[in-house]
Each structure stands twice: as C-alpha cells, then as structure tokens.
C-alpha cells in the first residue's frame, strides 16, 4: 500500500506536468521534484498505518538495510510488495488520466510518465548517476534514523517529511542526468504496467534501458548499507 501510494502520486505528478489537455502540462521540474518529494512523504505514512514499521518503499532501501543488519530475510518478501504495489499505483494513474493519452501523441512522453529514461544516454554515466543518487538516499535516510541520533533525532512522526525533503533534495540536484528512479521498484512496476495495459498510442517500454534503474540502485544502496555498517550507524 505505501509502494501503491508513492507510484499513484509520483508517476501521478509525471503524468500531470507531461500529458496533453492536463491543466498542469508544462508546469516543469520543480513541479514534477516536489510531486515525487510529497509522494514519498504520504507513502512511507501509509506503509506505517497498514502496518510496516520499516516503510521502505524501496527494494535498495531494503537491501542496503539487510546489508547493514546482514539479515536478509525480508529483502523477497518486500520486493515483491514494492513490485506489486507500483505496478499497482501506475495502473492506477492510468484510469485517472484515461481520455489524455488518445490527446498526447508523442509515444516517448507517455512512456516518460511510467518510468525514467536518461537526459543523454551513456550507459556507463547513467548507472553511475543512478548508484550516487541512490547511496545519498539510503545513507541519509539512514542517518536520520542513526543511533547517534537517539536521543537528539527527530520527533515521532517527523522522519517521513525529513525522507520527503531528503528526496526533493535528490530531484533537484541530481535527478536531471537520469530522472532519478533510485528506486528498481518505482522504475520497473511502472514500466512492466505500461507493456501491459492498454494505453492510447503507446510505443515500446524501452526494455534495453531497464536494468540501469534496478542495477544502479541496488549497487547504490548495497554501497551505503556497508559504508553504515563499517561506521556502525
């Protein structure tokens, strides 16, 4: 539900900015940067109220905290929920903006709105920009949580805007090389909703760029969780 509600807003957001005839087209990054940051806000609030105190949303999140724990028993079982629930959330966004894909002819912005694609495709800088911003992700979401804290962190309750920001954060400063997926959930739920469902006009989904946003992030947040765990967080 919290991956559901995070894909519903973000690719949301996407769709609202991109789309034809939507009376947010053309409303731009900071638009799209602040929709994705509020996304999270409201998802990983979600995850907690269904149920999930860990909230990750995220299968890198997921990974760098098994890595950190070196427990790895709930890294299947989230994925598949993470996959799922965007899967779920894109579905979603799609019924919502059903008359504007027939009005928006261009297949790549369609497809934009469903998963990211890089500004200048280089498979080598994109991999790397997708490990960079999704180490800040979970390094700093886990320092916001970090035993250091504990007794100066943040309030109950606080963490989900401090995640939100730390991910409007990300959006701004380095989320224009690739579109930021940080997250193989956000990237090929979406994605694999897109090949499936019958949208208007649509073209391919660009499966020879996809391993880039699972690969990346996965290695972004495996290289966070072990430097977490070599300072002991």
């Known amino acids: 539900m919290g991956t559901l509600v995070l894909i519903l807003l973000g690719v949301g957001v996407c769709a609202n900015v991109s789309l034809k005839r939507s009376k947010a087209e053309g409303a731009g990054w900071m638009v799209v940067a602040a929709g994705w940051a509020f996304a999270v806000m409201a998802g990983v609030f979600t995850a907690v109220a269904c149920g999930s105190a860990d909230a990750h949303l995220n299968p890198a999140v997921t990974l760098g905290a098994a890595v950190v724990s070196g427990n790895f028993d709930k890294v299947g079982p989230y994925v598949l929920a993470q996959v799922l629930g965007a899967m779920a959330g894109a579905t979603l966004v799609w019924l919502h903006f059903l008359p504007h894909w027939k009005e928006t002819p261009d297949q ?12 200048i495709r280089s498979p080598v800088a994109n991999l790397i920009s997708e490990i960079i911003g999704t180490f800040v992700l979970v390094l700093v979401v886990g320092a916001i949580s970090s035993r250091a804290l504990s007794t100066t962190g943040p309030a109950p309750g606080l963490a989900p805007y401090l995640v939100g920001m730390l991910v409007w ?65």
Do not use: E, Q
């Not at 997926?181 to 019958?198: E, S």
């Open 108 to 119: 790549a912005t369609k497809l934009g709105v469903f998963c990211t694609s890089p500004a």
């Open 169 to 233: 954060s990300i959006g701004l400063s380095l989320g224009g090389t690739t579109g930021y997926a940080i997250n193989p959930a956000r990237d090929f739920g979406p994605r694999l909703a897109h090949a499936i469902l019958p949208i208007a006009g649509k073209g391919g989904s660009d499966w020879g760029y996809a391993g880039i946003p699972i690969v990346g992030p996965l290695i972004g947040g495996s290289l966070a969780g072990l430097f977490m765990r070599l300072v002991h967080f």
